[in-house]
């Protein structure tokens, strides 16, 4: 089994930038979308951002304009580009890739902790 590790989170005053990376234990084929979720204490998990395989992107109305998630080709998996971050991005970050025949994968998450 393929597992996903997160990293890139941390602690990070308000205003501040965190970029997250996603990498695989092993390769995996006919990826059709990649993204984050995230997971607030308390909160269901949410979609931050999401990646097609065509390029196309869906990003929740919270982080339009202050997120960027992108996709290492070289590797083929996600990144987030997180600019002016703020307390209430503070949650758990999840790395997906869906495959073509909808096999969904996840990282065990990584801590963002804004402080204001």
């Known amino acids: 089994q393929v597992q996903l590790v997160e990293s890139g989170g941390g602690l990070v005053q308000s205003g501040g930038s965190l970029r997250l990376s996603c990498a695989a234990s092993g390769r995996i084929y006919g990826i059709n979308a990649m993204g984050w979720y995230r997971q607030a204490p308390g909160k269901q998990r949410e979609l931050v951002a999401r990646i097609a395989s065509d390029g196309s992107t869906v990003y929740a109305d919270s982080v339009k304009g202050r997120f960027t998630i992108s996709r290492d080709n070289a590797k083929n998996m996600p990144a987030l580009q997180m600019n002016s971050l703020k307390p209430e991005d503070t949650a758990v970050y999840y790395c997906?890739?869906?495959?073509?025949?909808?096999?969904?994968?996840w990282g065990q998450g990584t801590q963002v902790t804004v402080s204001s």
């Open positions: 997906n890739l869906v495959t073509n025949t909808g096999i969904a994968y």
